[in-house]
């Protein structure tokens, strides 16, 4: 089966997209079609709805990026009574690698790999924001030798699903 999207111009001057899905069931010796049949969707709808979410996508990416404030997003681990022993980081900016100076914080757990957060009263705070869904802000201590960090954070906080944004800065 061959696929193909394309813009063509309708009869108002107007123009649509379209996908254009064929199936060809005959070749002549050298592979070439001889016999197809196909169908066009109009997907102008869909494909202006995904151009209109990539820009918004672009420019919420940039915001975040360009923040002069840290902002992280974690979800929450659960053990298997559903008690949440840690948070994976699923997004940080520039501005919260910077400050944590862990390199990249994807994928990074909160407790294990970042003791000395857990250690400024932070792990608690999101917690309880993950389980009650009252927004918490405060100003915590983070400290951490190996990282060479000493600062006063500001810190705020709030449920994003089953995990928490946090956004800070010193």
Do not use: M
């Not at 309880?128 to 983070?142: C, K, N, Q, R, S």
């Amino acid at each position: 089966i061959e696929a193909l999207e394309a813009r063509l111009k309708i009869t108002n001057d107007s123009y649509r997209w379209f996908r254009f899905n064929d199936h060809i069931f005959k070749r002549d010796e050298q592979g070439r079609p001889l016999r197809s049949i196909g169908v066009a969707h109009d997907i102008h709808e869909t494909k202006l709805a995904t151009q209109e979410s990539q820009k918004f996508n672009n420019w919420f990416n940039s915001v975040l990026e360009n923040s002069p404030v840290g902002i992280t997003a974690l979800k929450a681990i659960r053990d298997k009574k559903g008690k949440i022993t840690d948070l994976e980081y699923l997004f940080a900016n520039r501005i919260a690698e910077a400050a944590i100076k862990k390199g990249e914080l994807e994928g990074t757990l909160f407790c294990k790999d970042l003791e000395s957060l857990k250690q400024a009263g932070l792990f608690e705070h999101y917690i309880d924001v993950i389980e009650t869904g009252t927004p918490w802000a405060g100003e915590v201590l983070f400290k951490d030798e190996k990282l060479d960090v000493n600062a006063w954070l500001l810190v705020s906080v709030s449920r994003l699903d089953d995990g928490c944004i946090a956004s800070f800065f010193d």
